[in-house]
């Protein structure tokens, strides 16, 4: 009960203002009242200020607005509410107070005998009840407990004052009052009215067991803080005249004004002085150094010193506020005392003891971070730092190799440079950078193709600079320069690294293909101009040879003696032995004719045999059509061609190009490419009949072929190649090299490899079971290819063009089907001469010797072993 009557209020009715005295604690004395004022000011003083700024704000309070419990005592008196130690004055009066705490126990412990518990709780409400209440509540509607407790707060406090015990007597005359009272309608007396609220909580800070209520307020330098709305002004807002914004005010600068205010009404420009105006204003008026000017509406506005020292406080970097107190004592919250003994008792995790995986990563980034180049250590960045300090030195003319830099193209690709002029530019060269006629010649020679020339143009001497006439190709060197520009790479392409040993696929050694001719080892001469065309006896003993001299000649191969030469009117383009061992025949094409001959040599009873088979003509009960009679006749040969060993005269419309022979001897084809769909005649040499396999004309053919096995003849074109079958006489394939020009083709032994050389100097492979398109192609020929030939035993095959060359190349067809050829180039014959831009015309290989033979412009013969 004594600790609820010592947190108890206390309150006390003054009539004439007499100061209240405060209550002390029992824990704490009255002589250390100071030391705790200092600290113990409450954080809820703003809350005071505002309450008493309101009541003071002419005696009416906010929620009061119709003045309904106004009174006439309220005007007088003032409400106020004060700390402890806002006035040193109470601080001595403190000390002079005559009441102490065991006199105040005293008292309550009697009161305690009277009253009941239920007066213990309202004693404890009273301050609750008497601080909300309204001076009407106060005139009769206090409750019994609540008067009574009043009563007995009075007279406690007028004993204090008097140094006297309050007697029992005075109580009961007390509450006799109190009962005459409460039955009339009467006004309270002066003694028995509620005091003001200063003179009951009076105004030192109230202690609950030694703490302060509230928690104390850090002090500041300087003048106590005021609260912003001390003054009854609760706005936030800005007293903003200019209401356009926050917009660029130099949009206004054509307008005379700057703006609207809140009526909506122009804000007009304040008038601007000329510059003397602004002279006469700096030495006249003193405060011109502080006038500053609006930009919102234009006014000059003169700054006060709080404004002054504000912004030299921001300049200078320290806080705005004035009163805020840098150097304010630090709050310890946690003791700087080392314990003895550890808060925590727990023991370390084995997580604690292993290394730590973040900062492995860390580490590890930090390692390649310096790899790298991006971080630096402290040496490197000294040294750096004294390399940038250092003076710069650089080129004043900068190379014509150096790489040129371009700031706005990323990885920049410079134009290429011009070739710097030589000795043989010049206006005197030396003598022997001159031309002599044998070079002039060959320079003038190579006029159709200027790119083979070693030089674009030809030296010339003179004897001074003045003699020295206007550049003739400046205009086309000047647009092969833009040419060179404009086709210049624009971007960088990485290239791959990848070695040439990959690029180059693994072929077998050519000392592991052998046999295959390599040398040079005869040269069979005798012709008067270039020979076009060869052909090798079935056995190997003999060759026949067809030129432009007009004639056919019968060579014996291992002497390289001329046996026998037979002329025929004509350049022959075609010479062809017949394939069956039992004749001794060959087919010549020369101009329109085709003259099947009996070379006479070899075996004297095949001769004979070969002579009687072609004495007599069958007879045949078979008419042949027009289109064949107008296109092809068989017809007898004179006396002087029937010594020579002429046999038989087929005579064509058009000029006759090749004759081939069927693989059994007695068929053979004729080509003539300006005969339309009769450009291919079928001649059959038992019956001697012709016939016409084609009915409309395909293109212009090149050259024929039957196949070595099977019914089925391949007929070349400029650009494809047809497959036909000449039982069902229908077309089985047709072949897609992709090239422009056609020259030469042959067929593999066993008929399931095609080998074409073309004009564009490349040479193709097709494996007819595969695809319509080129197996391999073969670019190892510098000019155009004029002649392919496969050997009939050993894996070679063998291909002649216009670079005097010969190749001789390895070609392995395997019986497995599912295994690709294997085509591996072996040498390069080059011995024939170029004449007239030709050079070899006809290549083909001995029937059982790894021999090759080329006939050339060179008007001979050569023969490779």
Request: charged letters at 35%; one cysteine or more.
């Amino acid at each position: 009960m004594v600790a609820n009557k010592e947190r108890a209020i206390k309150r006390k009715a003054s009539e004439g203002g007499a100061k209240p005295e405060p209550i002390t604690s029992k824990q704490e004395p009255l002589d250390e009242s100071n030391d705790e004022d200092n600290s113990n000011e409450s954080d809820y003083e703003s809350d005071k200020e505002n309450l008493l700024g309101s009541i003071e704000n002419e005696g009416e309070d906010s929620s009061d607005s119709d003045g309904e419990y106004a009174t006439d005592d309220d005007e007088d008196d003032v409400l106020s509410f004060e700390s402890l130690n806002s006035d040193g004055e109470e601080e001595d009066e403190e000390e002079d107070a005559g009441t102490t705490l065991e006199e105040v126990e005293r008292e309550a412990e009697e009161d305690d005998d009277e009253e009941d518990g239920e007066d213990d709780e309202e004693a404890d409400s009273a301050d609750d009840v008497n601080s909300d209440s309204s001076p009407e509540e106060d005139e009769g509607d206090l409750e019994d407990s609540s008067d009574d407790e009043l009563e007995e707060e009075e007279e406690e406090e007028e004993a204090k004052e008097n140094g006297k015990e309050k007697p029992a007597k005075a109580k009961a005359e007390r509450k006799q009052r109190e009962e005459q009272f409460e039955s009339d309608d009467e006004p309270l007396p002066d003694d028995l009215k509620l005091g003001r609220i200063e003179d009951v909580l009076g105004t030192g800070e109230k202690k609950t067991r030694g703490l302060g209520v509230f928690p104390p307020v850090p002090k500041r330098k300087g003048k106590a803080a005021q609260d912003e709305y001390a003054a009854g002004d609760t706005s936030d807002e800005e007293d903003i005249r200019n209401t356009v914004g926050n917009i660029p005010m130099h949009w206004y600068d054509e307008y005379k004004h700057v703006g609207y205010d809140w009526d909506a009404k122009k804000i007009i420009k304040a008038k601007k002085g000329d510059a003397i105006d602004d002279f006469l204003q700096r030495m006249e008026d003193p405060n011109f150094w502080r006038t500053v000017t609006d930009p919102q509406t234009g006014q000059k506005v003169v700054l006060s010193d709080e404004d002054i020292g504000l912004i030299k406080r921001i300049m200078s970097g320290r806080n705005p506020d004035a009163e805020y107190d840098d150097y304010e004592p630090f709050i310890e919250w946690f003791t700087s005392e080392v314990e003895k003994m550890p808060i925590r008792n727990i023991p370390e995790s084995k997580r604690s003891f292993l290394p730590s995986k973040a900062e492995k990563h860390k580490i590890g980034r930090y390692v390649h971070a310096l790899k790298m180049g991006w971080m630096k250590t402290m040496a490197e960045k000294r040294r750096l730092e004294a390399i940038r300090r250092q003076p710069k030195f650089y080129m004043l003319w900068t190379t014509d190799h150096g790489k040129e830099e371009m700031r706005r193209i990323h990885d920049h690709v410079a134009a290429p440079k011009r070739m710097l002029p030589g000795h043989a530019e010049s206006y005197n060269p030396p003598p022997e950078y001159l031309f002599d006629e044998k070079e002039l010649e060959e320079w003038n020679k190579l006029a159709n193709q200027p790119w083979k020339r070693k030089r674009a143009y030809v030296p010339q001497k003179y004897n001074s600079l003045r003699e020295v006439p206007g550049y003739t190709r400046y205009v086309k060197e000047r647009f092969l320069r833009c040419l060179d520009l404009y086709l210049a790479p624009r971007m960088r392409r990485s290239r791959v690294a990848v070695g040439a040993e990959y690029l180059i696929p693994k072929l077998p050694s050519p000392r592991d293909l052998q046999p295959f001719p390599t040398l040079q080892n005869l040269i069979y001469t005798g012709h008067t101009s270039l020979i076009r065309c060869i052909s090798v006896e079935p056995k190997g003993e003999y060759i026949v040879t067809g030129s432009d001299d007009m004639t056919v000649k019968i060579w014996e191969i291992s002497t390289a003696r001329c046996i026998r030469t037979i002329p025929t009117g004509d350049i022959v383009r075609s010479v062809a032995w017949c394939p069956n061992s039992k004749i001794s025949l060959v087919a010549a094409a020369s101009g329109k004719r085709v003259l099947l001959i009996n070379p006479k040599v070899g075996d004297y009873m095949l001769v004979k045999k070969t002579d009687d088979l072609l004495t007599e003509a069958p007879r045949s009960d078979t008419v042949d059509s027009e289109r064949i009679r107008s296109a092809v006749q068989w017809g007898e040969v004179t006396e002087e061609e029937k010594k020579l060993g002429v046999r038989i005269v087929i005579t064509h419309f058009r000029e006759v190009r090749q004759v081939t022979w069927h693989g059994r001897g007695d068929y053979f084809a004729t080509v003539m490419p300006d005969g339309a769909y009769r450009s291919v005649m079928i001649h059959q040499l038992s019956k001697r009949r012709s016939q016409v396999p084609f009915s409309k004309s395909k293109g212009l053919i090149q050259c024929v072929l039957f196949h070595p096995i099977k019914p089925c003849l391949f007929v070349a074109t400029q650009r494809h190649i047809r497959v036909y079958d000449l039982v069902k006489q229908l077309m089985m394939k047709k072949l897609y090299p992709g090239c422009k020009w056609i020259s030469s083709m042959a067929i593999h032994p066993k008929g399931d490899n095609l080998l074409i050389g073309t004009y564009e100097k490349r040479l193709m492979w097709f494996d007819l079971d595969l695809s319509t398109k080129p197996y391999q192609q073969l670019r190892i020929h510098n000019a155009a290819i004029r002649s392919v030939a496969f050997h009939p035993r050993y894996p070679l095959f063998a291909s002649a063009g216009d670079d005097r060359s010969v190749i001789v190349s390895h070609g392995m067809v395997y019986n497995d089907l599912l295994q690709n050829p294997l085509i591996v180039p072996l040498r390069r014959l080059k011995n024939h001469a170029v004449v007239n831009d030709f050079s070899v015309f006809d290549v083909v290989f001995h029937p059982t010797q790894p021999w090759v033979f080329s006939s050339g412009a060179d008007n001979t013969v050569r023969l490779y072993t």
